[in-house]
């Protein structure tokens, strides 16, 4: 697939927020998925070789968004493509988040494992569901689109470990015990996730996570994204692109994940 860029926003000097105009590719996404794309426009350059993987943050009618940490070489490429530049990528990938009825919903989010959560909570409300944002990054600079969650979410709590923006200390502090919540979806570190899983088996909620492995291919041929599960006595091998990379938390071996 390709797409027209509709504009490819600085948010500061780690974030951007990128708009890619593509309708037949909005009809088909669902809240989670995934793509792969090219980080460079043009088609006679070969390096980076491997696309890379992104989740759908928000999408309309016209087309969809991703909200992208500066990381290496790929995405700081992304940064030069000018608005109105094509750009090629994949359909929509993966399995994508499984969604509830009028539940109470806690969405937590860790850095930019925000972005997968927007078009969650968009998809989430039409769905009668009240919903509560635990939001955490390092500083104010890791914290975005506060305004868009305000539209979904019926509270959003906010948390720096640096204390520059909302209450200080790490996200996982803040989830409120007393208050009942139905279900838990997370993306973020690997380190809050599992705390995140661990408050949740502990308070019997079910939990869905989404983890952003290294992909080389993203369609489940080269095996470079498996992720390890407990299952009864043994030990289950998914990959993360195919079978994920939405999972149920609780079932994940996290000793076996790097990071
Ligand atoms: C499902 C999913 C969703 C994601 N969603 C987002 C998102 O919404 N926003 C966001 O900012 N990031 C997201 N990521 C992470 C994003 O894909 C990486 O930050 C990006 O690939 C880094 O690329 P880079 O070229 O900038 O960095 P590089 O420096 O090239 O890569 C960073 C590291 O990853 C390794 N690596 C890079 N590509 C591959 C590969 N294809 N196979 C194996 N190793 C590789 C490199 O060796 C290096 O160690 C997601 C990842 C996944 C799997
Ligand atoms: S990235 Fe190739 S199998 Fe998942």
Redesign the pocket.
């Known amino acids: 697939m390709e797409g027209k860029i509709v504009f490819n926003k600085r948010l500061n000097s780690k974030y951007y927020y990128m708009k890619i105009e593509n309708r037949e590719f909005v009809k088909k996404c669902k809240p989670g998925q995934?793509f792969m794309m090219k980080?460079q426009i043009f088609d006679y350059i070969i390096d980076?070789l491997?696309r890379?993987?992104?989740?759908i943050?928000d999408v309309d009618d016209n087309g969809f968004t991703?909200?992208?940490?500066i990381?290496?070489?790929?995405?700081?490429l992304l940064t030069n493509i000018k608005e109105g530049s094509i750009i090629k990528f994949s359909e929509p990938l993966?399995n994508g988040f499984k969604l509830v009825e009028s539940s109470k919903i806690a969405l937590i989010g860790g850095g930019?494992g925000i972005?997968?959560l927007l078009y969650l909570a968009k998809e989430l409300k039409k769905k009668n569901n009240s919903i509560v944002l635990y939001y955490g990054g390092k500083s104010k600079d890791d914290i975005h689109l506060v305004d868009e969650f305000k539209k979904y979410c019926d509270k959003i709590e906010i948390s720096t470990e640096d204390g520059s923006l909302g209450k200080k200390g790490r996200i996982t502090t803040l989830f409120d015990k007393e208050e009942i919540i139905d279900k838990i979806y997370c993306c973020g570190p690997k380190p809050m996730m599992k705390a995140t899983v661990n408050f949740a088996l502990k308070n019997k909620i079910n939990i869905e996570v989404s983890l952003?492995?290294?992909?080389?291919c993203g369609i489940g041929a080269c095996l470079?994204c498996i992720v390890y599960f407990k299952e009864k006595d043994s030990v289950v091998q998914k990959r993360?692109c195919v079978e994920g990379?939405v999972f149920d938390g609780t079932k994940i071996d996290w000793e076996k994940l790097d990071g």
């Open positions: 995934f980080t980076p491997l890379r993987p992104f989740g943050c991703l909200l992208y940490l990381v290496g070489k790929g995405t700081n993966g930019v972005a997968p952003d492995e290294k992909m080389a470079g993360c990379p």
